[in-house]
């Protein structure tokens, strides 16, 4: 198997070279016209004082921010957020999933979602929720890495050069102690393997 053209990892601390970068993605995807709470045309200005306020809560602990990289530099971003009620300590928000044109449809967006699943994992989350455009490539993605569509809410926001867009709300259960969508086996009964359980009609939307 070929390796990815491109790597995931945490960013712990945004530096200057990453706020470019970043804000190269957003900037990428709002022309694009993907809702993600901007309109077009998205100064450099905006977007890098938006990823600013990031980097406080990234150093501050609130948030975990996750980058692709390739080979002309960061090409996607995720980030988990942990600053949540006191009521909900076992849950975080998958947020600003934004992946560079350039690099689409090579599997970044899917790496992105299962690293944030890690590391909410690792933070002891164990419900993640996220929202996203209904009726758009993201959509489908989170229903074909398992998460569950809990249903959509018409007219919630503009596309960045205007007119409604609705949103769709997901939600995923983590399993403590195993990684998102790790493959376990079956039980053996009287030396033989039962069959994996069928999925139900529907399931994982």
Wanted: charged content about 25%.
């Amino acid at each position: 198997m070929t390796a990815p053209a491109w790597t995931v990892r945490p960013l712990p601390r945004v530096e200057a070279a990453h706020l470019e970068g970043l804000s190269d993605v957003l900037i990428d995807c709002v022309e694009g016209g993907a809702s993600v709470s901007f309109m077009h045309p998205l100064t450099r200005a905006r977007a890098a004082a938006f990823w600013r306020r990031v980097a406080r809560g990234v150093a501050a602990g609130t948030r975990v921010l996750l980058v692709a990289e390739d080979a002309h530099g960061i090409c996607g971003t995720v980030q988990l957020v942990l600053d949540l009620p006191e009521n909900q300590p076992h849950r975080a928000d998958v947020a600003k999933m934004l992946v560079h044109r350039r690099a689409r449809r090579r599997g970044v967006g899917a790496a992105l979602l299962r690293a944030a699943e890690a590391a909410a994992r690792a933070h002891g989350r164990t419900l993640l929720v996220l929202d996203t455009v209904t009726g758009g490539d993201a959509e489908r993605l989170y229903a074909r890495l398992g998460w569950r569509r809990v249903g959509a809410i018409p007219g919630y926001a503009l596309f960045p050069r205007g007119g409604f867009c609705s949103t769709t709300l997901f939600y995923r259960r983590l399993a403590p102690g195993r990684p998102a969508g790790s493959a376990t086996k079956p039980p053996r009964a009287g030396g033989r393997r039962l069959p994996r359980p069928r999925p139900r009609p529907g399931s994982g939307r």
